[in-house]
T-cell receptor, first 112, second 113 residues
Framework: GENVEQHPSTLSVQEGDSAVIKCTYSDSASNYFPWYKQELGKGPQLIIDIRSNVGEKKDQRIAVTLNKTAKHFSLHITETQPEDSAVYFCAAIPSNDYKLSFGAGTTVTVRA | SAVISQKPSRDICQRGTSLTIQCQVDSQVTMMFWYRQQPGQSLTLIATANQGSEATYESGFVIDKFPISRPNLTFSTLTVSNMSPEDSSIYLC??????????FGPGTRLTVL
């Protein structure tokens, strides 16, 4: 099955700086890569996703990049704000499946 | 997207008892899933709730411990049976909306004493 590794496990950044989270996956058949943000006491929220036919996708201060050859994808948050503090999870789904395989999560803290 | 609600939002239960968690979605969906999130951990898929047939369980999860119902395309329940403190977790339902995207409910925070 798919194995997703996520780094770092914790990330502390100064407000206004950028944050980058990286994930690698094992199954070359994976073709859908969502990112979820989970705030304390809430369920995971889908914030951005990318499909394997695209190398990069942006949505305001958030961007995701995908390198299919190296089997890794990354989340970039620019101009971080205190409300970006949360746990972020990457995930992957192989093309012949519907089940999400999650990374271990990254706790992001934005210092004011 | 889809709007998903769960009941209860949290509960504290005694060991040996059972708790049924409800998941309601605001539109008809084919795929519904149940996850467990242990404290400080990632999400683990328990089962896929199939409408009109038995749920499909992942390795390590069995129907006797986690019976699931899916009476229609907008509702599902997960029961945590014969609970022990090790069952203390957040239980989340999710749905697959259009084009493979999955959306999660707010979760049920369960503490077993």
């Amino acid at each position: 099955g798919e194995n997703v590794e996520q780094h770092p496990s914790t990330l502390s950044v100064q407000e206004g700086d950028s944050a980058v989270i990286k994930c690698t996956y094992s199954d070359s058949a994976s073709n859908y890569f969502p990112w979820y943000k989970q705030e304390l006491g809430k369920g995971p929220q889908l914030i951005i996703d990318i499909r394997s036919n695209v190398g990069e996708k942006k949505d305001q201060r958030i961007a995701v990049t995908l390198n299919k050859t190296a089997k890794h994808f990354s989340l970039h948050i620019t101009e971080t704000q205190p409300e970006d503090s949360a746990v972020y999870f990457c995930a992957a789904i192989p093309s012949n499946d519907y089940k999400l395989s999650f990374g271990a999560g990254t706790t992001v803290t934005v210092r004011a | 997207s889809a709007v998903i609600s769960q009941k209860p939002s949290r509960d504290i239960c005694q060991r040996g008892t059972s708790l049924t968690i409800q998941c309601q979605v605001d539109s008809q969906v084919t795929m519904m899933f149940w996850y467990r999130q242990q404290p400080g951990q990632s999400l683990t898929l328990i089962a896929t709730a199939n409408q009109g047939s038995e749920a499909t369980y992942e390795s390590g999860f069995v129907i006797d411990k986690f019976p699931i119902s899916r009476p229609n395309l907008t509702f599902s329940t997960l029961t945590v049976s014969n609970m022990s403190p090790e069952d203390s977790s957040i239980y989340l339902c999710s749905v697959e909306a259009s084009q493979i995207e999955q959306f999660f409910g707010p979760g049920t925070r369960l503490t077993v004493l």
